[in-house]
């Protein structure tokens, strides 16, 4: 397998299956394309993904261009790594996570990117911006008090795969989630984990060493 990424310091769209990939265990090899604003970084991609985007899994003559896609096909590929919960009610709230994350949250996304290799300071949010963190605060209180952590749905799934970026948006931009909802900073907790995780500590050492 081959996994089509983009740089690690900023790519939030590749870590999230890079991260599920990891978690199964699988030898895999990186083709890391360096990001850049103009029109030779998608000439790069092309060559490797039909959408002109990262990331891309390349397995047996097929090519899976989208995050999600790749996490579901990993999931039915390698049952043993339990990318999703087996119970259904888990199943399908991890899902539901991971599904609003990957298509929603955009005023959060555009001011607070992923950016591994800046130094935190304190960011001023939008309304909507900070909309969003609320969002994100209540959603992962709700699954963290419903399934007794430590991550999302109880075991590490692709749902706590597809928050890792997030929390590293509110350490690099040292967003307060307890002015935004966390007062028992559960939530708080939950984020220190997902970015104490060996996997992520492994991108992200790429990321800063890149």
Known sequence: MDIVIGTKAWSTW???PWLALKRTGAPFRETLIALRRDAETKADILVHSPSGFVP???VDGLTIWDSLAICEYLADRFPQARLWPQDPVARALARAAAAEMHSGFRPLRMECSMALDQAPAPRELSAEAAADVRRIVALEQDLLARFGGPFLVGAWSIADAFFTPVATRFRT??????????????VAAYNRRLLATPEFREWEADAVAS
């Open 14 to 16: 590749s870590l999230r």
């Open 56 to 58: 891309a899994l390349k």
């Open 173 to 186: 931009h040292e967003v307060d989630l307890a002015a935004h909802g966390d007062a028992d900073g559960a």
